[in-house]
């Protein structure tokens, strides 16, 4: 069993397009797939391994012009198969690379604003969250794994919506 990368009761919303797939546009019109869900939350919201395993990517710096600024990649198994959780626009990051996580109790990082997370109509603060069959996903939606596959449909849609990665 996987667990959120929040606390649930810590979520305020879930933004309309947080669905993943060819949901979003990009300036010139054409389609652009989200990766992931994104969760809206405070800033300094703590984020948490959606089960044990090991760090094996950490971004611990918002380079200018970076997609998803600070970010946290966790190695997990789930029923006999390797999977990556991705965590993006973080605050801060409190793991380093080859950290072993034994529980998920861990706090990785919190939730900020880094990165390309600009909102149009709400707050820009979120975590931008994928599931991964690969360390590195590909284009669109290569290599990532629709959530829902993990936890089911989203609990409800909020009123914000985010237009970034
Ligand atoms: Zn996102």
């Known amino acids: 069993m996987v667990r959120y990368p929040l606390e649930y009761n810590q979520i305020l919303n879930r933004t309309k397009y947080n669905t993943f797939g060819p949901v979003r546009k990009n300036k010139d019109g054409s389609v652009r797939f989200h990766k992931g869900w994104d969760f809206v939350a405070p800033m300094w919201t703590p984020v948490f391994p959606v089960a044990t395993?090991?760090?094996?990517?950490?971004?611990?710096?918002?380079?200018?012009?970076?997609?998803?600024?600070?970010?946290?990649?966790?190695?997990?198994?789930?029923?006999?198969?390797?999977?990556?959780?991705f965590y993006a626009h973080l605050a801060s990051v409190a793991v380093n690379v080859g950290d072993e996580i034994t529980s998920t109790g861990t706090i990785l990082g919190y939730v900020g604003d880094s990165g390309n997370s600009k909102g149009i109509k709400a707050s820009c603060v979120h975590l931008h969250f994928e599931f991964r069959n690969r360390e590195l996903g590909g284009n669109g939606t290569t290599d990532r794994i629709d959530p829902v596959q993990f936890y089911g449909d989203p609990p409800y849609d909020g009123l914000y919506y985010i237009d970034d990665e």
């Open 53 to 85: 395993g090991k760090i094996v990517g950490v971004t611990r710096f918002d380079k200018e012009g970076s997609k998803y600024g600070i970010t946290v990649t966790l190695k997990f198994k789930e029923q006999g198969s390797t999977y990556w959780a």
